[in-house]
T-cell receptor, first 112, second 117 residues
């Protein structure tokens, strides 16, 4: 099982719709979780951290399910500008210091 | 307010040539990282530096060396470039790294696109 798995998509969603995607992780000792956004040919940028109790930032909601080892991202009232690749990032005990493991990303296309 | 600055942004090399990718951050972060991103592979950690004076291997260190020159700067060197090293290279930094629990996010530079012919 890969360490961090995401559906690569693409998810084609009409503007204004709600879209959600999940990410599963294999290391039960993983400690911190993030969603990053990456636009085409640009650097990844932090979208939001994911907390155990779930958290919301405007139209974005992140959830963590430790028992099933997945995190999710929900985007409400989607905008054209939400089109991007969303990277699931997990911090575990691998790779020493920070042990950040990146998923390969889910490609989201918001259509007018 | 530069954040993480990488140079060069683009480079084409011939097999066997050497070069150094430069990275500097102005956020007073302790930890710095080098990643490569290839199509279908996601980001993979090459080397990192948890703090000034330390460096450690990541997931894919072969063919690379690094130098943490000071707190601000972390360079990546390809001693003898190979076509398999064609990739987009990202430098990142975070405030607190090391073997402690931390949910400090990483901030990325805008990448170096490197082609090895």
């Amino acid at each position: 099982r890969k360490e961090v798995e995401q559906d690569p998509g693409p998810f084609n969603v009409p503007e204004g719709a709600t879209v959600a995607f999940n990410c599963t992780y294999s290391n039960s000792a993983s400690q911190s979780f993030f969603w990053y956004r990456q636009d085409c040919r640009k650097e990844p940028k932090l979208l939001m951290s994911v907390y155990s109790s779930g958290n919301e930032d405007g139209r974005f909601t992140a959830q963590l399910n430790r028992a099933s080892q997945y995190i999710s991202l929900l985007i409400r009232d989607s905008k054209l500008s939400d089109s991007a690749t969303y990277l699931c990032v997990v911090k575990g005990v691998n790779l020493g210091a920070d042990g950040l493991t990146f998923g390969k990303g889910t490609h989201l296309i918001i259509q007018p | 307010n530069a954040g993480v600055t990488q140079t060069p942004k683009f480079q084409v090399l011939k097999t066997g040539q050497s070069m150094t990718l430069q990275c500097a951050q102005d956020m007073n972060h302790n930890s710095m990282y080098w990643y490569r991103q290839d199509p279908g592979m996601g980001l993979r950690l090459i080397y990192y530096s948890a703090s000034e004076g330390t460096t450690d291997k990541g997931e894919v260190p072969n063919g690379y060396n690094v130098s943490r020159l000071n707190k601000r700067e972390f360079s990546l060197r390809l001693e003898s470039a190979a076509p398999s090293q064609t990739s987009v290279y990202f430098c990142a930094s975070s405030e607190l790294g090391g073997r402690v629990f931390s949910n400090q996010p990483q901030h990325f530079g805008d990448g170096t696109r490197l082609s090895i012919l």
